[in-house]
T-cell receptor
Framework: GENVEQHPSTLSVQEGDSAVIKCTYS??????FPWYKQELGKRPQLIID?????GEKKDQRIAVTLNKTAKHFSLHITETQPEDSAVYFC????????????FGKGTTLSVSS | EAGVAQSPRYKIIEKRQSVAFWCNPI?????LYWYQQILGQGPKLLIQ????????DSQLPKDRFSAERLKGVDSTLKIQPAKLEDSAVYLC?????????FGEGSWLTVV
């Protein structure tokens, strides 16, 4: 079945460093790739997304890249801050309508000051 | 804009008991989802509704889980009888297009 693999499972960086989280997906029909940030005890919140007709998207300190041929997509956070500490999930669209999401297992990012 | 509302927020039940969770999606969102998030894992889709019809329930354990979305707005998710492994956060979400918005979740502990 469809699958999304996410690496690394944990990531520790110093404040100001960059952080990169990578995902691979299996369903070649997937065409929408969002990233969610989840703080402890809170709901997953969408931070950035990319569609299959775009290779890269930026929003301030956050960027996402997509390689459809290799079925890879990555989240890049620059100039990390302590408030970036959270669990980050990648996801890929699945299903006949392409409107449901399958999630990776998450990356726990810790930013130390 | 009001978000996705869920209740109850927390529930503790004994195994073999039943529980029901309620969700009110963002106004105007035709698509509603129930996801199960076990501690330390990503959300897993249980069921997807488009208006009041089921789009995908392939991951729903139908021997114990049921869900409905009468009138195409609110939805309920029921578990009967509950097992220990059902302990998780049950996230309701809704969408208008691809963008999915999650509620705060209903935390279930089965003891």
């Amino acid at each position: 079945g469809e699958n999304v693999e996410q690496h690394p499972s944990t990531l520790s960086v110093q404040e100001g460093d960059s952080a990169v989280i990578k995902c691979t997906y299996s369903d070649s029909a997937s065409n929408y790739f969002p990233w969610y940030k989840q703080e402890l005890g809170k709901r997953p919140q969408l931070i950035i997304d990319i569609r299959s007709n775009v290779g890269e998207k930026k929003d301030q300190r956050i960027a996402v890249t997509l390689n459809k041929t290799a079925k890879h997509f990555s989240l890049h956070i620059t100039e990390t801050q302590p408030e970036d500490s959270a669990v980050y999930f990648c996801a890929a669209s699945i299903g006949q309508a392409g409107t449901a999401l399958i999630f990776g297992k998450g990356t726990t990012l810790s930013v130390s000051s | 804009e009001a978000g996705v509302a869920q209740s109850p927020r927390y529930k503790i039940i004994e195994k073999r008991q039943s529980v029901a969770f309620w969700c009110n999606p963002i106004s105007g969102h035709a698509t509603l989802y129930w996801y199960q998030q076990i501690l330390g894992q990503g959300p897993k889709l249980l069921i997807q509704f488009q208006n009041n019809g089921v789009v995908d329930d392939s991951q729903l354990p139908k021997d114990r889980f049921s869900a409905e979305r009468l009138k195409g707005v609110d939805s309920t998710l029921k578990i009967q009888p509950a097992k220990l492994e059902d302990s998780a956060v049950y996230l309701c979400a809704s969408s208008l297009s691809n963008t999915i918005y999650f509620g705060e979740g209903s935390w279930l502990t089965v003891v």
